[in-house]
Each structure stands twice: as structure tokens, then as C-alpha cells.
């Protein structure tokens, strides 16, 4: 019943900047925690960062002090700036929400990913 859909992925140099944006629809009584993993080429999928309801935030440790993620809750939308862009950072990036339906059902829901390339 609920769905995400990222936006702002895409090419970008070394050094640059971009905002990642996941909006959740459908019947959503309210949104938990939400999220960002990513996957590159050959290695896990792992999560970039996630933040609760209530506005605490965690990162994997290679993008601490480069990324930020928010939410607004209004717009049933997460965010992540991705700032300092580095090579490495180059894969499909997947957003994630733990959400409560309007019957009280519990779900996990995830997007269909967007393609983040960073050029040396």
C-alpha cells in the first residue's frame, strides 16, 4: 500500500554536491524510520544513514561529516545532501521506510533505487 520514489540521483564530479529526495505515498498513518542503503559494484549493500521519527540521525562511518539526512514529515519525504563526493561513492542508492498503514500494519518499504556516479 505505500510507495517510495527517490529522485536526484546522477552524474557528478569529484568534489561536487547533490540532494537525494525519497517520497512516500499511499495509505501511511504514519512513517517510522526512515533510510538510505547503497550498493556499488562487487561489494555489500550497506546502509549509508537513517534517522528516526524523532530526528536522531546515524551514518556508516565513510560519509560522516560529508552527508546529512533529514525528513520533513509533512511532505512524508526523506532527504539525504551528499556533499565532498568522492569516487567511491559511485552506486545505486535504495531508500528505505519503516511504515504504519492506516489499519495499524506494520511494513518495510523500499524504492527502486537511483544511480549516483562521481567522475575523477
Known amino acids: 500500500q505505500v510507495q517510495l520514489v527517490e529522485s536526484g540521483g546522477g552524474l557528478v564530479q569529484a568534489g561536487g554536491s547533490l540532494r537525494l529526495s525519497c517520497a512516500a505515498s499511499?495509505?501511511?498513518?504514519?512513517?517510522?524510520?526512515m533510510g538510505w542503503y547503497r550498493q556499488a559494484p562487487g561489494k555489500q549493500r550497506e546502509l549509508v544513514a537513517d534517522?528516526?521519527?524523532?530526528?536522531?540521525?546515524n551514518y556508516v562511518d565513510s560519509v560522516k561529516g560529508r552527508f546529512t539526512i533529514s525528513r520533513d514529515n509533512a511532505k512524508k519525504t526523506v532527504y539525504l545532501q551528499m556533499n565532498s563526493l568522492k569516487p567511491e561513492d559511485t552506486a545505486v542508492y535504495y531508500c528505505?521506510?519503516?511504515?504504519?498503514?492506516?489499519?495499524?500494519?506494520?511494513?518495510?518499504?523500499w524504492g527502486q533505487g537511483t544511480q549516483v556516479t562521481v567522475s575523477s
Open positions: 528505505n521506510a519503516d511504515v504504519t498503514d492506516l489499519r495499524v500494519t506494520n511494513y518495510r518499504s
Open positions: 499511499g495509505s501511511i498513518f504514519r512513517l517510522n524510520r
Open positions: 534517522i528516526t521519527s524523532g530526528d536522531s540521525a
